[in-house]
């Protein structure tokens, strides 16, 4: 018998980009004006983002790392200071704050969402101070797009003297209501001095890489725009590319060690050109999160879909299933396996970052009872914009099958 060869379906990755022609028409003509690096596309890509936020200052710079670095160091953070962050997060939550000589202090998340939640973090405050650390900062990162309690949190500073930087790389355009009925956008800063963004390609909005800090507090704003540029004056306004209105030495006198994390004009252009297409891509995202949620009914309860945070709308930037592995029989690197196998990317957001190498602390895994179970369940599957109705059920197939369902 002869099998006739089949056209392969098209491997469907967990995340990726959506550039259209338009973007590739703000590049093209970033690239062939005047500036390549910083000139007006920075200060116009950071009015569109204080518009669209609604923090008052936007300090665009080249990833959302170098986001992070910058918020810390502005608000003082520093040698024997600690930085409570959740031991699920991307690991640069924790890396910005070894960047300073800082202790990151990981404080453990719920089972069941991933998020730390101000009772976790209340716990860490404690292991931090009895260490001989001093809490400055409480970064709470809105996984997957949903909130982690921002009005939780900022109780929590007030009553601790702390301050707190949401680490939002994962929820442009997530909105939330307050108890008092209150709405927000995450980026408003309304409950924290700062949120930090990433426009990393897997993100909801791509620069390349890319990232902003957006904040109330222009005096920090003014010191994250001398740190993004070595720490020059001058970093504070783009340099005059014609080189006619310098008119002083004073931009160039250093006032505190910075570093090289300058945007350029080409990468904030495209970011300025994805940004005005949030509310679609976010909108396409939130349905086809919703129609991954209706499938998945199918797998229940082996499989699930995270719980809905209450007072949540969120930007989905992840579709996070988590997977019963006890009741399957399967492990989850099995099921990774016969996922790509039938064409499915999938991906682990996170292993716990005080189980990574550098962090590996005289811990009992036990001492992350949440994070390890949220750990041992939680897959993410393709979202973005750009994958079909057709391309879901497909998913939801293959992962019933790869669980043996
Ligand atoms: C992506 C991400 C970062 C880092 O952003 P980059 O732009 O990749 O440097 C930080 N924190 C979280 C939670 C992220 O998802």
Request: proline share 7%; glycine share 10%; hydrophobic share 45%.
């Given at each position: 018998m002869t099998v006739m060869p089949v056209e392969p379906l098209p491997f469907l990755p967990y995340a990726r980009q959506a550039v259209d022609a338009d973007d590739v028409a703000a590049v093209t003509a970033a690239l062939t004006?005047?500036?390549?690096?910083?000139?007006?596309e920075v200060a116009r890509f950071e009015a569109a983002l204080t518009e669209t936020l609604g923090a008052p200052s936007a300090v665009v710079c080249n990833s959302g790392t170098a986001a992070l670095h910058i918020a810390y160091g502005a608000l003082g953070v520093g040698r024997g200071d600690a930085v409570i962050v959740p031991a699920i997060t991307f690991v640069a939550t924790a890396n910005a704050a070894r960047f300073l000589g800082a202790q990151p202090v990981f404080a453990d998340v719920d089972a069941d969402t991933g998020l730390m939640t101000p009772a976790t973090a209340e716990a860490a405050l404690a292991e931090a101070r009895s260490a001989g650390w001093t809490p400055r900062i409480v970064v709470p990162v809105h996984l997957a797009g949903q909130v982690a309690d921002p009005p939780g949190f900022a109780a929590l500073a007030d009553r601790h003297g702390l301050q707190v930087v949401e680490d939002a790389c994962h929820a442009i355009g997530t909105v939330y209501r307050d108890a008092e009925g209150g709405v927000h956008r995450v980026g408003d800063c309304a409950h924290s001095h700062m949120a930090s963004f990433s426009f990393h390609p897997a993100k909801t909005i791509a620069m390349g890489e890319g990232g902003v800090v957006m904040t109330a507090d222009r005096e920090a704003a003014d010191r994250m725009r001398r740190l993004r540029s070595h720490g020059l004056r001058g970093g504070i306004t783009p340099p005059d590319p014609a080189g006619t209105e310098r008119g002083s030495a004073a931009g160039y006198t250093l006032d505190e060690i910075g570093h090289n994390y300058r945007a350029p004009d080409i990468l904030c252009a495209l970011g300025r050109s994805q940004l005005a297409k949030l509310d679609r891509f976010v909108g396409e995202r939130r349905r086809l999160e919703a129609l991954y949620r209706q499938q998945l009914k199918d797998l229940a309860p082996a499989v699930r879909p995270v719980p809905l945070v209450a007072g949540g709308t969120p930007a989905w930037h992840l579709q996070v299933v988590l997977i019963d592995v006890d009741r399957i029989g399967v492990d989850r690197d099995t099921v990774m396996q016969r996922l790509s196998g039938a064409g499915v990317g999938s991906q682990i957001h996170?292993?716990?970052?005080?189980?990574?190498p550098p962090y590996r602390q005289a811990l009992d895994r036990s001492a992350f009872p949440g994070a390890t179970r949220y750990f041992r369940r939680t897959l993410s599957l393709p979202l973005y914009v750009g994958l079909s109705d057709g391309d879901v059920a497909r998913v939801v197939d293959a992962l019933g099958v790869a669980c043996g369902l």
């Amino acid at each position: 018998m002869t099998v006739m060869p089949v056209e392969p379906l098209p491997f469907l990755p967990y995340a990726r980009q959506a550039v259209d022609a338009d973007d590739v028409a703000a590049v093209t003509a970033a690239l062939t004006s005047d500036w390549l690096t910083t000139g007006p596309e920075v200060a116009r890509f950071e009015a569109a983002l204080t518009e669209t936020l609604g923090a008052p200052s936007a300090v665009v710079c080249n990833s959302g790392t170098a986001a992070l670095h910058i918020a810390y160091g502005a608000l003082g953070v520093g040698r024997g200071d600690a930085v409570i962050v959740p031991a699920i997060t991307f690991v640069a939550t924790a890396n910005a704050a070894r960047f300073l000589g800082a202790q990151p202090v990981f404080a453990d998340v719920d089972a069941d969402t991933g998020l730390m939640t101000p009772a976790t973090a209340e716990a860490a405050l404690a292991e931090a101070r009895s260490a001989g650390w001093t809490p400055r900062i409480v970064v709470p990162v809105h996984l997957a797009g949903q909130v982690a309690d921002p009005p939780g949190f900022a109780a929590l500073a007030d009553r601790h003297g702390l301050q707190v930087v949401e680490d939002a790389c994962h929820a442009i355009g997530t909105v939330y209501r307050d108890a008092e009925g209150g709405v927000h956008r995450v980026g408003d800063c309304a409950h924290s001095h700062m949120a930090s963004f990433s426009f990393h390609p897997a993100k909801t909005i791509a620069m390349g890489e890319g990232g902003v800090v957006m904040t109330a507090d222009r005096e920090a704003a003014d010191r994250m725009r001398r740190l993004r540029s070595h720490g020059l004056r001058g970093g504070i306004t783009p340099p005059d590319p014609a080189g006619t209105e310098r008119g002083s030495a004073a931009g160039y006198t250093l006032d505190e060690i910075g570093h090289n994390y300058r945007a350029p004009d080409i990468l904030c252009a495209l970011g300025r050109s994805q940004l005005a297409k949030l509310d679609r891509f976010v909108g396409e995202r939130r349905r086809l999160e919703a129609l991954y949620r209706q499938q998945l009914k199918d797998l229940a309860p082996a499989v699930r879909p995270v719980p809905l945070v209450a007072g949540g709308t969120p930007a989905w930037h992840l579709q996070v299933v988590l997977i019963d592995v006890d009741r399957i029989g399967v492990d989850r690197d099995t099921v990774m396996q016969r996922l790509s196998g039938a064409g499915v990317g999938s991906q682990i957001h996170y292993i716990p970052v005080p189980w990574q190498p550098p962090y590996r602390q005289a811990l009992d895994r036990s001492a992350f009872p949440g994070a390890t179970r949220y750990f041992r369940r939680t897959l993410s599957l393709p979202l973005y914009v750009g994958l079909s109705d057709g391309d879901v059920a497909r998913v939801v197939d293959a992962l019933g099958v790869a669980c043996g369902l």
